[in-house]
């Protein structure tokens, strides 16, 4: 072996309600923006594909779990759906859900994997969205509300809990890019997102930290890009700099330091766009920070200075500030269209080690996503993705040399565990260690990178 991780190593996948349980009309389940948006726009979805069936987690947990098990797993991060457990958003508590999530903690458990909760992983609850979203103070009571039932309801037995999965997406996808619902694009009002997600985040931690639940941590799960400028020129270093500061530190500063880098503050202020704040606020995010951090890593950020002075008519954006580049030589993965470069992991995680008190973390998710994997599928009923083997075993040597040179990492979770349905890419892209057909009933094989995935586990390392 050459390289070993250290003992009790968390080694498991990820995933998120929305995109495995299906059931999406069943159990009770409120509608979530993406059962309204599929139902508005489903051409906006990847083969027309939305949220309502993905892959039957629902129904089939007991047998996934199995396989989970059978893979090596001592692990695994789910997600609550929101909608799922309180219907309304803020109102009654769906006992169906609880059954149902109390179902699946249980099965873990008894199969000694441990569970990891994500509380808020894109789906916001229809009604919730109703009343604006994370634009709304009410929601964001409401979801402070929605946590401390979650942590009163299964908190005996879950340990390790995560407010948030990658805040930024959202305010990304749903009031910058227009790749989630709402599709706004207004910069004042992803401010203000953004910042009420951390107000929720750190009402979340206090109503935790209060509830003293035995063993109990909480944290929150970014992904994290690191940010590269294309030459040492100050012009690119500082336009660097400030997509470091648009996409990473905007979340991982206030959460784990419990502030907002005066950086941003400043740059905010100039442009005219700090959000609307409450008497307390800063108190509360100094004092609810995370115990833990979860880090999803797919891709660096290419960053040199802007070309052309912005058009001043157009809506203002982040890129203002910056422009993307394509590095020579680069490697992508074409079906994502997201450059691989392992080595940003290591840099990500040294960058907590000597920047953020070396917090407790984990790489909560990395994994590759591979268009048309049926044609990989040998005689003996395997799909033989050596690609992703390579993918997580080069990753992880860099993961590997930070915890050598002292990075506090204890463990890794792929993206993810079985095909699931991806936001409006749908099935297009596969990620699983274990392959969902979608044309015989949703049968689960394991993938060669399974059965790596499990050596994995054994040895501790490869
Ligand atoms: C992360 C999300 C996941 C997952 C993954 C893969 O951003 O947390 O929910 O979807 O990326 O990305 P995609 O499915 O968009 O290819």
Redesign the pocket.
Known sequence: ILYRFPDGFWWGSAT?AT?IEGAANEGGKGPNIWDYWYEKEPNRFFNGVGPSVTSDFYHRYKEDIALMKEIGHNSFRLSISWSRLIPGGIGDVNPTAVQFYNNVINELLENEIEPFVTLF?FDMPLAMQELGGWESRDVVDAYARYAKICFELFGDRVKKWFTH??PI?PVEGGYLYDFHYPNIIDFQRAVQVAYHTIIAHAKAVQVFKQMNIPDGKIGIIL?LTPSYPRSSHPADVKAAHIADLFFNRSFLDPAVKGEYPQDLVDLLREYGYLPVTKEGDQKLIKENTVDILGI?Y?QPRRVKAKEHLPNPEAPFMPDRFFDYYAMPGRKMNPH?GWEIYEKGIYDILMNVKENYGNIECFIS?NGM?VEGEERFRDEDGMIHDDYRIEFIREHLKWVHKAIQEGANVKGYHV?TFMDNW??T?AYK?R?GLVAVDLENNRKRTIKKSGYWFKTLVENNGF
Do not use: D, L
């Open positions: 998120s995109q992983h999965n990658e997406v992904n999803n797919y994502r998710e996503g993206w991806s936001w890419n892209n990620y």
